[in-house]
């Protein structure tokens, strides 16, 4: 399974920005998938997960109110909309996914398939 992450560039401060992360395989059995970035210098970090069959949806409280994860299961793709965009949200970002049920959807290590990562930059 191959997923493939686009929507990044360059937006101002307060600007926003619509990520997609595409799953190859239609017939992937994913329990969850999720968004996490990873700043210049800095560890990756998680930003929104969504579990596939349930809809629940959580986010780091960086983003809280701001970013919107949601799926199309149609086109068997996740989506994160991103609000009042600042100059700390510049980063790689990456989906993933995962089909294991154990474990937090917060913790990147139990997310087995990732994205090639796309680039938002928000300049101030």
């Known amino acids: 399974v191959q997923l493939q992450a686009s929507g990044g560039g360059l937006v101002q401060a307060g600007g926003s920005l619509r990520l997609s992360c595409a799953a190859t395989?239609?017939?992937?059995?994913?329990?969850?998938m999720a968004w996490f970035r990873q700043a210049p210098g800095k560890e990756r970090e998680f930003v929104a997960a969504?579990?596939?069959?349930?809809?629940?949806?959580y986010y780091a409280g960086s983003v809280k109110g701001r970013f919107t994860i949601s799926k199309d299961n149609a086109k068997n793709t996740v989506y994160l909309r991103m609000n009042t965009l600042k100059p700390e949200d510049t980063a790689v970002y990456y989906c993933?996914?995962?089909?294991?049920?154990?474990?937090?959807?917060?913790?990147?290590?139990?997310?087995?398939?990732w994205g090639q990562g796309t680039l938002v930059t928000v300049s101030s």
């Open positions: 993933a996914a995962r089909t294991n049920s154990y474990g937090s959807l917060l913790i990147g290590d139990e997310y087995a398939y």
């Open positions: 395989e239609r017939t992937f059995s994913r329990y969850a």
């Open positions: 969504i579990r596939w069959s349930a809809d629940n949806v």
